[in-house]
C-alpha cells in the first residue's frame, strides 16, 4: 500500500514542469517544516565536515600559505602533483595499498567462509556462542592496544619471541623493527586476526538464513555432509561473497592506517612496506608539515577511491539492489 | 553415527585453536602486566610468569601519570559523543524516512555523496585547526569524523521507514500530535533496537578512538587514555618522566617497572570491553551483519 503511494507520488512527479515541482516542494516545506527543523542539525554538520573539505581539496591545486589561508593561497597548477609523482614514494604507497588490500580481502574472506561453514557444523550451540565471543574480541581492540600486542612479542630485549621461541628454536634474535622482510607477513597476521571474527560472523549469519528444506531434501537424496556444503552451502552464500568482495575493492585505495602506523611502531626503516597511502599523508602533513605533497596524495586517493567505489558499487547493484550504496 | 563424533570432535579442535589463536596475544599482556620487572629483564615476556607482582599497577594509579584524568575525558567524550552523534543521526534519518519530507530525494542524495567522496585529511586539518580552532580542546575529540556516518544515517532510515507502520504515524497526527511529540514519544521508544546498535557502534568508536587525538591534541591534559596509550607506545621516556615527576624524584629510574607498566596501561584500556562484551555481543553482532545480510 505504501509503495503504491510512493510510486504514484513518483510518476506524477516525473510529468511535472522543475517549476511546479519546487513549488511542490516548497509547500510541503512550509507544512512540514517540523520535520525539516529537526534534519537540520544533521544537515549542517555533514555541511562543515564533509563538504567543506571536499571543496577544500583545491588546496592541492595551490601553493599553500598558512598566513593566506587556503581561499589567500596562490593557484600553481598540477606542481604539487608533479612533484609527487617524481618521487619514488608515490609508486611505493599506492602498490603497498593495492597488494596488501588484496591479500587482506582474499585471506579474511576465505578464512571468514571457512570458519563460518565449521561453525554452523558444530551441534552444541553453547559451543557455537562461545567460538564467537573469541574471534570476535580481536575486531574490539584499538589498533594502539594491537600494537602492545605486537610489541609484546616482538620486542627486541623484551620480547616473547626473542627471549622465548627463537632460542628454543636456536635462532638467533631478530631485530623485528628495523628488518623489512617480515614485516608483509607480520601486518597479514595481524590484519587476519582482527579480521577474521567480523567475517566469519557475517557468513555464518548468511548460512544460518539459507532455507533448511534444501538440506532435507539433500538428505533425502542421501547427499553426505560434505556434498551438503559444496552443493548448498557455498553456491548460497556466494552472493553475498561476491559482494563482500566487491564492495572491499571498492576501498581498495584506502589503508587500514591503524594497522600500518601504529603496529610497526611507526618506524622509518620499516616504510619501504609499511607505507601507504595514508599513513604517507598524514605523515607529510604531521611530521613534515608539507601541505602541498600531502594534500595531492590526498586527492590523488580521494579521486581515485572515488571512481573505485561507484564502479563497484555500480556492478553490486546490477546483480542485487539490496547490497548497493544506491 | 561414530563417524559424526569424531567430526565433531575435529570441528572443535580446529574452533579451539582458533579461539587461542585470538586470545593468546591478550594473555600475553596480562601475564606481562603482571610479571615482576626482574625477570621480565631476565627473560623477556612471557605466559607462564614465574614472578607475579602488581607493583606495575600501583605505580600507574599513584595518579602522577595522569591515567585518571585520561580515563574521566575517554568516559566524558564516550557519552557526550554517542548522545549526540545518536541525537544527530536519529533526527535527520528520522525526516528522510517519510514521504512528507521535502527535497527528500536530494537531500538523501546529499548524505549518500559523504559515502563516496571526502575531502581527506589536509583539507578536513586545515579546516578544523584554522577557521574552527579545535586544537587542543575537548571538541577536537567529539566532533570532527566521528559524529555521524552516513552508513548509520542510511541503516536507521531503513529501520524508520520498514518497522514503523504509516497508520501509527498517521492516527497520530489525527489526533493532532505535532511532529516533534510523534518523533519522541512515538517513534523512539518504537525503534530501541536500532538505538541500541548503532549506539554501541557510537560508544566503540569513541572508546577506541586515537585517530583524533593523535591529529588535534598535543597537549597532554587532553589525552584520552589511547591518547596516552599511543604516546607511551612511541615513546618510553614520556612514562618514565611523567611517573617520576609524581614520585617527586625519590624514585631511581631503574626502580620503575617500565616494561610491565607498558603492559599494564594496555590492559586497563581492554579490560572494561573484555567485561562488558558478552552483554553486548548480541547487538554487536545484529550491528555487523545487518547491512550486509538480510533476512
Given at each position: 500500500m505504501k509503495n503504491e503511494v510512493a510510486y504514484k507520488s513518483q510518476a506524477d512527479h516525473s510529468k511535472m514542469k522543475w517549476t511546479a515541482k519546487l513549488a511542490l516542494e516548497l509547500r510541503k516545506a512550509k507544512r512540514y517544516r517540523a520535520l525539516v527543523f529537526m534534519a537540520l542539525p544533521g544537515l549542517l554538520y555533514l555541511l562543515i565536515n564533509n563538504y567543506l573539505p571536499m571543496f577544500g581539496v583545491v588546496v592541492a591545486f595551490k601553493n599553500y600559505n598558512f598566513t593566506k589561508g587556503i581561499l589567500g593561497s596562490e593557484w600553481i597548477g598540477f606542481e604539487n602533483f608533479k612533484y609527487l609523482f617524481a618521487t619514488k614514494d608515490a609508486y611505493i604507497i599506492t602498490r603497498n595499498t593495492i597488494l596488501y588490500n588484496f591479500l587482506f580481502i582474499a585471506l579474511t574472506t576465505s578464512a571468514g567462509i571457512g570458519t563460518a561453514i565449521i561453525l554452523n557444523e558444530i551441534r552444541k550451540r553453547f559451543l557455537t556462542k562461545m567460538y564467537q565471543t573469541f574471534i570476535l574480541l580481536?575486531?574490539?581492540?584499538?589498533m594502539v592496544i594491537v600494537a602492545y600486542l605486537v610489541l609484546a612479542f616482538l620486542d627486541v630485549e623484551k620480547g616473547f619471541l626473542n627471549n622465548t621461541l627463537l632460542p628454543m628454536l636456536g635462532i638467533d634474535p631478530i631485530s623485528w623493527y628495523s628488518e623489512t622482510k617480515y614485516w608483509p607477513w607480520i601486518l597479514t597476521l595481524v590484519s587476519l586476526w582482527k579480521g577474521i571474527g567480523n567475517s566469519c560472523i557475517i557468513y555464518f549469519a548468511a548460512i544460518i538464513g539459507i532455507d533448511n528444506e534444501y538440506y532435507e531434501a539433500a538428505r533425502i537424496d542421501g547427499a553426505n555432509r560434505w556434498r551438503q556444503i559444496w552443493n548448498i552451502t557455498i553456491p548460497s552464500i556466494m552472493p553475498y561473497v561476491s559482494i563482500m568482495t566487491l564492495l572491499a575493492i571498492g576501498r581498495?585505495?584506502?589503508?587500514d592506517f591503524g594497522l600500518f602506523y601504529q603496529v610497526p611502531l611507526n618506524s622509518g626503516l620499516l616504510s619501504s612496506v609499511t607505507n601507504t597511502i595514508d599513513t604517507y599523508v598524514f605523515r607529510a602533513l604531521m611530521t613534515m608539515g608539507d601541505i602541498g605533497m600531502s594534500s595531492a596524495a590526498g586527492l590523488y586517493q580521494s579521486f581515485v577511491g572515488f571512481i573505485l567505489v561507484v564502479v563497484s558499487n555500480a556492478i553490486v547493484s546490477r546483480k542485487n539492489k539490496d547490497n548497493a550504496l544506491y | 553415527m561414530k563417524s559424526n563424533k569424531l567430526n565433531q570432535i575435529i570441528l572443535n579442535i580446529f574452533m579451539i585453536s582458533l579461539s587461542v589463536f585470538c586470545l593468546i596475544p591478550i594473555w600475553l599482556l596480562f601475564s606481562a602486566s603482571l610479571t615482576d620487572d626482574s625477570e621480565i629483564i631476565r627473560?623477556?615476556?612471557?605466559?607462564?610468569?614465574k614472578d607475579i607482582s602488581i607493583s606495575a599497577y600501583s605505580y600507574l594509579f599513584d595518579g602522577s601519570l595522569g591515567i585518571m584524568n585520561a580515563y574521566g575525558i575517554t568516559i566524558l567524550v564516550t557519552i557526550i559523543g554517542t548522545v549526540t552523534g545518536l541525537a544527530l543521526t536519529a533526527m535527520l534519518a528520522y525526516p528522510l524516512s517519510r514521504f512528507e519530507m521535502p527535497f527528500k530525494n536530494t537531500l538523501a542524495f546529499f548524505i549518500f555523496f559523504t559515502m563516496l567522496f571526502n575531502g581527506g585529511l589536509v583539507p578536513t586539518y586545515l579546516i578544523y585547526t584554522n577557521i574552527f580552532e579545535i586544537k587542543n580542546s575537548l571538541w577536537a575529540l567529539i566532533v570532527p569524523?566521528?559524529?555521524?556516518?552516513g552508513y548509520f544515517i542510511i541503516l536507521m532510515r531503513t529501520f524508520f521507514a520498514t518497522s514503523i507502520p504509516r497508520p501509527l504515524i498517521e492516527s497520530a497526527q489525527i489526533d493532532g500530535a505535532k511532529e516533534w511529540k510523534i518523533f519522541y514519544s512515538m517513534i523512539i521508544p518504537l525503534s530501541t533496537p536500532v538505538f541500541g546498535t548503532i549506539g554501541l557502534f557510537y560508544t566503540l568508536l569513541y572508546w577506541n578512538d586515537w585517530n583524533n587525538g593523535l591529529i588535534y591534541?598535543?597537549?597532554?591534559?587532553?589525552?584520552s587514555l589511547q591518547n596516552l596509550l599511543n604516546r607511551i607506545l612511541q615513546d618510553i621516556q614520556f612514562l618514565q618522566s611523567s611517573t617520576q615527576m609524581g614520585n617527586k624524584g625519590d624514585e631511581l629510574v631503574a626502580n620503575l617497572p617500565l616494561g610491565s607498566m607498558r603492559m599494564a596501561i594496555a590492559c586497563i584500556g581492554i579490560v572494561p570491553l573484555l567485561i562488558a562484551f558478552p552483554f553486548f555481543q548480541r547487538f554487536f553482532v545484529k550491528g555487523l551483519t545487518i547491512g550486509s545480510v538480510k533476512g
Open positions: 580481536p575486531h574490539l581492540i584499538s581498495i585505495f584506502y589503508s | 627473560n623477556g615476556y612471557s605466559f607462564l610468569p569524523s566521528l559524529l555521524m556516518n591534541i598535543t597537549d597532554s591534559h587532553y589525552y
